[in-house]
């Protein structure tokens, strides 16, 4: 067998398990966003920030991929939210059977949640590929990276219904073009939201808080409607 073959087969093993996923989340009424970016660009400080904010409105949890320590996944627990740590043990991304292993080893504890969020392995290549059964994909580009990576990475950029920009308080002290970043994001996803956020700072945060709170209250709303469609 070719290893185009075993790529394909791998990938179709893995679509059917993100299908169960998402008609899992569907029933649940549960929001799911894949976080992907490269190492250090603020994805677990962008967690901790959102989870100290919505806590107290939304049941969030977290899946938090990684290849070794659970460093992330304790850094959001002690931010208030429940939150397991998948270790890949040398694997570049996360897939859909790694997401159901640890959904059903948890159980109670991060069930029926409204929003679930998965931090992907540091990696702009290898997550773009692998569907986890979430809601959308989100971009994150820390202004310390330099502005040419969504021409150097298309597919994620291209694939991600939002782009995060991170770190913005750094701004001031780097060469970081934003204007040039959304015409590139803008070329790959026309459709596609772009944010300016320091978690640190908090400046922008509100935007990406509202971003989630309203998602969450569309698909709810798509999914009461679509139920109500169906004959008794």
């Not at 939201?193 to 971003?211: I, P």
């Amino acid at each position: 067998m070719t290893e185009v073959n075993v790529r394909e087969k791998v990938l179709a093993a893995n679509a059917s398990a993100a299908r169960g996923l998402r008609a899992s989340f569907r029933d649940s009424g549960t929001l799911v966003v894949n976080l992907i970016s490269s190492p250090g660009s603020g994805k677990t400080t962008l967690l901790e920030a959102t989870a100290r904010e919505l806590r107290t409105r939304l049941r969030l949890g977290g899946l938090d991929g990684d290849i070794a320590t659970d460093r992330d996944a304790q850094r959001l627990r002690d931010a208030g939210i429940p939150a397991r740590q998948i270790l890949t043990g040398g694997a570049c991304h996360l897939d859909a059977r790694q997401i159901e292993a640890a959904l059903a080893e948890e159980g109670e504890r991060l069930a029926g949640l409204d929003v679930l969020l998965i931090e992907n392995v540091g990696n702009l290549i290898c997550p773009t590929s692998y569907d986890l059964g979430e809601d959308f994909k989100v971009a994150l580009l820390s202004v310390t990276e330099g502005d040419d990576k969504p021409f150097k990475y298309p597919a994620i950029f291209a694939r991600a219904a939002v782009t995060v920009l991170t770190k913005a308080d750094l701004l001031p002290h780097v060469d970081f073009d934003l204007d040039a970043v959304a015409s590139q994001i803008a070329a790959l996803n026309p459709s596609a939201r772009v944010l300016v956020v320091s978690a640190r700072t908090g400046e922008g945060m509100d935007a990406w808080y509202a971003l989630l709170e309203e998602s969450l209250a569309e698909k709810r709303t798509a999914v009461a409607v679509a139920a109500a469609a169906v004959p008794a």
